[in-house]
């Protein structure tokens, strides 16, 4: 079949079985793109984070898919034995702004922009101004429009602050389907080959001079009444799992939550 008639699933596969000594880009990615990009690029075009069509927010999931495991390409640990698709940084980044994304620089650390891929040590003789630190960008973040789509994979360090290095760089990730580096969890996991892509895509966006994490939340987090969830967390480690996608200084257990009901709107300058 022509690689710019397969679906998201059918590239998804494609990606997977690719032969390493092949050109992923020429050969598979580049002419899939063709097919996409009119759709991606409408969508970015809608400015503000009003609710979106459930087809829509599946097409973004099965496209966040795709987009993961081209990431594995960019990184090293032991939760996952995929070597990783044979890609360039370069050819990446022509694929998925070829399909319309916009890459976003950004010089400070935010959990908006960036997850924590790894801690390293601190340069101890330097002024610092802020708690965290980019050490390193592994890959860059990658916006629709307003609304994020793929945070950047960054090493950070710390002298003291809010992150624990224990817990910040080993703690499951939500909202992930697949890392090297880390366990991760999110919504399609237990499901079927077939019912997993039926998966609501997380949608985060900037909102002015303002941030929105997981738009389609039903639970304000800014609501200082809310009680401790069903997961025991209280309303902080709530804020906390949401913004990172992970704990990054509770100490709880963190296998088994469900955080995928909360939203927070916050100062894009939060701490």
């Avoid at 699933?9 to 580049?30: S, T, Y």
């Avoid at 909202?175 to 609501?200: E, P, V």
Wanted: with cysteine; aromatic share 12%.
């Amino acid at each position: 079949m022509d690689a710019s008639q397969l679906s998201h699933v059918a590239l998804f596969r494609a990606i997977q079985d690719f032969d390493p000594k092949g050109d992923l880009f020429h050969e598979l990615l580049r002419p899939w793109m063709e097919g996409e990009r009119e759709w991606l690029m409408a969508f970015a075009r809608q400015t503000t984070p009003a609710p979106i069509a459930i087809e829509d927010s599946w097409r973004l999931y099965a496209l966040s898919r795709i987009n993961q495991i081209l990431l594995m390409a960019f990184q090293q640990g032991t939760y996952d034995s995929w070597e990783g698709a044979p890609l360039t940084l370069p050819h990446y980044l022509a694929f998925m702004t070829g399909l319309g994304c916009r890459v976003v620089d950004e010089p400070a650390y935010s959990p908006f922009f960036h997850e924590i891929v790894e801690i390293v040590e601190a340069d101890k003789t330097q002024p610092r101004k802020d708690y965290v630190d980019l050490a390193r960008v592994d890959w860059p973040a990658l916006m629709i429009g307003p609304m994020l789509f793929s945070r950047a994979g960054v090493a950070v360090s710390c002298i003291a602050g809010k992150l624990r290095p224990e817990i910040a760089a080993s703690s499951t990730l939500y909202w992930a389907h697949r890392r090297k580096f880390r366990r991760t969890s999110d919504l399609a996991n237990g499901w079927g080959s077939n019912s997993q892509w039926r998966t609501r895509f997380r949608r985060d966006y900037v909102v002015e001079d303002k941030l929105l994490f997981n738009a389609d939340g039903e639970y304000d987090l800014n609501d200082r009444t809310l009680p401790a969830s069903e997961d025991g967390l209280t309303r902080a480690e709530r804020v906390e799992l949401l913004t990172h996608g992970c704990f990054v200084s509770c100490t709880k257990p963190d296998d088994d939550l469900f955080p995928y009901d909360d939203r927070i709107l916050l100062p894009r300058d939060f701490q």
